[in-house]
């Protein structure tokens, strides 16, 4: 059972545009989730978190979106930079769980000069 | 401040053997845990340690195991290596005092012939 999702495994956007990678989740116990950029052999570099008592948390060109209701959050960059090609991944995690991260497949965003 | 320090960076073992990598948290951070990274699979849990104790452990076979030393440092050890046991393996460490974030190594690429 995957408790974390990111169905789109890939978005190609144009540079200076709006980038939207989606994440959706299951298990309701999630109240913590990461954004983390990953580039191929590496370790993933984390980006911006967000509580559950929040719904929106920004740190410059990066914003997460929290919609606990539909399950649903999303990581908004603006303007997209070619440099912000990788692999994203949303990750989750309860605060009684320790620091155990349960985490989506992964998107990979290609931004296009 | 250094980052978690993971070593070896690149490693190929042959089915049958034992490997142990290590993990080196960040200075002031108790907590760390292991993750391994296949294309099949994403990037899936091992366990947690915090003072020398494993806290969380996730849906591995035995022969994956762990330690933490009392300078927070860990090992993880896989016994009886299987051709399935080739990734990226990915240790990270945590610092509650320092909200929830988890930080990342560059990860121990193990690849098993």
């Known amino acids: 059972d995957q408790q974390v999702k990111q169905n789109s495994p890939s978005l190609s956007v144009q540079e200076g545009r709006i980038s939207i990678l989606n994440c959706d989740y299951t298990n309701s116990m999630f109240d913590y989730f990461l954004w983390y950029k990953k580039y191929p052999a590496e370790g993933p570099t984390f980006l911006i978190s967000i509580s559950s008592i929040k719904d929106k948390n920004e740190d410059g060109r990066f914003t997460v979106f929290l919609n606990k209701s539909a399950k649903h959050l999303s990581l908004h960059i603006v303007p997209s930079q070619p440099g912000d090609s990788a692999v994203y991944f949303c990750?989750?995690?309860?605060?009684?769980?320790?620091?155990?991260?349960?985490f989506g497949g992964g998107t990979r965003l290609m931004v296009k000069p | 401040k250094a980052g978690v320090t993971q070593t070896p960076r690149y490693l190929i073992k042959t089915r049958g053997q034992q490997v142990t990598l290590s993990c080196s948290p960040i200075?002031?951070?108790?907590?760390v845990s292991w993750y391994q990274q296949t294309p099949g699979q994403g990037l899936q849990f091992l366990f947690e340690y915090f003072s020398e104790t494993q806290r969380n452990k996730g849906n591995f076979p035995g022969r994956f195991s762990g330690r933490q030393f009392s300078n927070s440092r860990s090992e993880m050890n896989v016994s009886t290596l299987e051709l399935g046991d080739s990734a990226l393996y990915l240790c990270a460490s945590h610092d509650a005092n320092s909200g929830n974030t988890i930080y990342f190594g560059e990860g121990s690429w193990l690849t098993v012939v």
């Open positions: 200075s002031g951070h108790r907590s």
């Open positions: 990750a989750a995690s309860r605060n009684n769980a320790g620091n155990m991260l349960t």
